[in-house]
């Protein structure tokens, strides 16, 4: 479990406590149409969007990114919304630090290892 001070208005109000429950992913996947120039554009801006907010390119179309509970779900979520592309599909999912534990992932036809997740957030 990892331990954030927080402080408000100046002063110094105690640890809390960042459990994997209230730790979040937000994985954004998409389907976007690339069949005109001005489409690819679109899909690219689109792209870079989500890699200037922070997120990670899991797969061409799937980027994730960690989040600090539900209100930092949200904000994410509505930059998202306000960048979106003119045409496509974007979903957006959020599960928590435990349930991204415990995904099963396959590579090359075998199963891999349990990813590791990260001990500690880069809070900006």
Same mark, same amino acid.
């Given at each position: #479990?990892?331990? +954030?001070?927080?402080?408000?208005?100046?002063?110094?109000?105690?640890?809390?406590?960042?459990?994997?429950?209230? +730790? #979040?992913?937000? *994985?954004?996947?998409?389907? +976007?149409?690339?069949?005109?120039?001005?489409?690819?554009?679109?899909?690219?801006?689109?792209?870079?969007?989500? +890699?200037?907010?922070?997120?990670?390119?899991?797969?061409?179309s799937?980027?994730?990114? *960690?989040?600090?509970?539900?209100?930092?779900?949200?904000?994410?979520?509505?930059?998202?919304g306000?960048? *979106?592309?003119?045409?496509?599909?974007?979903?957006?999912?959020?599960?928590?630090?435990?349930?991204?534990?415990n995904?099963?992932?396959?590579?090359?036809?075998?199963?891999?290892?349990?990813?590791?997740?990260?001990?500690?957030?880069?809070?900006?």
């Amino acid at each position: #479990m990892t331990t +954030l001070h927080t402080q408000r208005r100046g002063e110094r109000t105690g640890p809390t406590h960042l459990s994997a429950y209230r +730790l #979040m992913w937000m *994985l954004v996947t998409f389907d +976007l149409p690339v069949d005109t120039k001005k489409h690819r554009a679109e899909a690219t801006r689109f792209r870079e969007f989500l +890699l200037d907010q922070g997120f990670e390119r899991s797969q061409f179309s799937n980027y994730l990114r *960690l989040v600090n509970g539900q209100e930092h779900f949200e904000t994410h979520a509505r930059r998202i919304g306000a960048n *979106l592309p003119g045409r496509g599909d974007v979903f957006i999912f959020q599960f928590t630090d435990r349930q991204y534990e415990n995904i099963i992932r396959f590579s090359d036809q075998s199963r891999r290892k349990r990813q590791k997740n990260p001990e500690q957030i880069a809070l900006f």
